[in-house]
């Protein structure tokens, strides 16, 4: 009964993947003697076959932890390591019984490998199963494990990996990638397609993207290099850095600072506590954050940013063509805009509780105030510059607002100060990969 049932979840997983079996005299699986390493036992097992360059390897485990390599284009080879703490050989061997392996060919040149418990409910106290596969450069994979880390090395091709509990490594992968963990880190090289990665709990870092990019954490930050389309980064607490994205920004975080550097594209960037900075964006910007700063650089089109304390720089790049009606705001906190000499725009600036407080500008305003003394009460700063145009609208509660021109030695200080913070974090982001993914973790 044991081997038919096993024989039936061959059936199935071939039918999960989409490709019919076939089986091959040269696929093999050889499992050795059981050994006393230590305190553990140790059962060693080799397997593997010839493929076709471009295939797949598909794997499908119920428990593990999965090292993958590159090497010769023309087969798969895989090492397999069991070891279960146990006091005699007797019971040793029992348990390795009752994990079961196969391997089979699969149409199109590929290969499928199958883990399973026979009685799940023993895995308790024993140390681990690995896998150790050699696949070639040009390559595909689809792997699911139970329980165990995965990490692959550099690869040409596409990548899918799940696993139910652990970290998830990869080198860099020129095809498409969708990784996901119910609890572990996910930290991935330049990704040459699209990206989708996903864990329940833990961080996700990622150099360079090639296509659009979905990355979501239950708890940690989020870091990306370059990415050449859209982006959806969101986690429930930490922070969000993206060196920037060609396509539109959607950033969310329950509780962290959100960094994002230049977009070709529009920007969604909302935080229940922390600051917000963006370098650069060609679209539209709506920002929002609970309590912290926010700092927009280079912005060419409307802006609509808002935080409940703390202080708001905007620098608008933007012209008669491309900005559009704006409005920024805070509760407690100043307001300072740098604006071209030349824009066409009108101004609204308001200070709600204006005692202490003042509006400074470096274009003609009409200044007033509602009960007929500047100093006290409500202060609203209205101008139309160079003929008017869009609005832009500022609002603090109690804060001073200052509204500048731009000129040259500002603009460097803020390039500056921008190519400094980016210099760092690639240097933060090349000391993290040489620390975290020189070698795959131990369970």
């Keep these: 009964m044991a081997r038919l049932r096993f024989l039936a979840l061959l059936a199935v997983a071939a039918a999960f993947v989409c490709q019919p079996l076939r089986a091959f005299d040269e696929a093999f699986i050889k499992r050795g003697e059981p050994s006393r390493e230590g305190r553990v036992w140790v059962e060693h097992a080799t397997c593997g076959g010839p493929v076709q360059n471009g295939a797949r390897l598909v794997l499908r485990a119920d428990l593990g932890s999965v090292l993958v390599n590159t090497g010769p284009s023309n087969r798969v080879d895989c090492r397999v390591r069991l070891r279960v703490a146990r006091p005699t050989e007797e019971e040793a061997r029992r348990f390795f019984s009752r994990v079961q392996l196969a391997v089979r060919t699969v149409e199109g040149g590929g290969l499928l490998v199958v883990e399973k418990f026979s009685q799940g409910h023993e895995r308790s106290n024993w140390a681990s199963i690995e896998f150790e596969f050699t696949v070639p450069q040009h390559f595909n994979l689809d792997m699911e494990t139970k329980g165990g880390n995965v990490a692959i090395s550099s690869l040409d091709g596409e990548v899918r990996a799940s696993t139910a509990g652990g970290d998830i490594q990869t080198g860099d992968i020129s095809g498409p990638v969708h990784v996901e963990t119910a609890g572990g880190d996910i930290d991935l090289g330049s990704i040459g397609q699209r990206l989708i990665a996903q864990t329940a709990g833990g961080a996700i870092r990622v150099n360079d993207i090639k296509g659009d990019a979905t990355l979501e954490t239950s708890g940690g930050e989020i870091t990306a290099g370059m990415i050449a389309g859209s982006v959806r980064a969101e986690t429930s607490g930490g922070d969000i850095i993206l060196r920037g994205a060609s396509g539109p920004v959607i950033a969310e975080t329950a509780g ?188």
């Design 256 to 443: 962290g600072q959100i960094q994002i550097g230049q977009c070709g594209a529009t920007i969604r960037a909302e935080t229940a506590g922390g600051s917000i900075r963006l370098q650069g964006a060609k679209g539209g910007v709506v920002v929002d954050t609970a309590g912290g700063s926010i700092d927009l650089f280079r912005m060419q089109s409307a802006i609509r940013a808002e935080t409940a304390a703390g202080r708001i720089l905007a620098e608008i790049d933007g012209n008669r063509e491309t900005f559009a009606n704006s409005h920024l705001e805070t509760s407690v906190g100043d307001v300072q805009v740098f604006l071209p000499p030349n824009l066409p725009m009108d101004i609204d600036a308001l200070i709600e509780e204006s005692f202490g407080h003042q509006i400074v500008s470096d274009f003609p305003l009409h200044l007033t105030s509602e009960d007929g003394d500047i100093r006290h009460g409500p202060k609203r700063g209205e101008g139309a510059l160079n003929g008017g145009g869009q609005v832009l609208r500022i609002r603090t509660v109690m804060g001073n607002i200052e509204i500048h021109k731009i000129d040259s030695r500002t603009l460097e200080q803020f390039k500056a100060h921008q190519e400094a913070y980016w210099k760092k974090w690639e240097e933060d982001y090349k000391a993290h990969r040489v620390k975290c993914c020189q070698k795959p973790k131990e369970d």
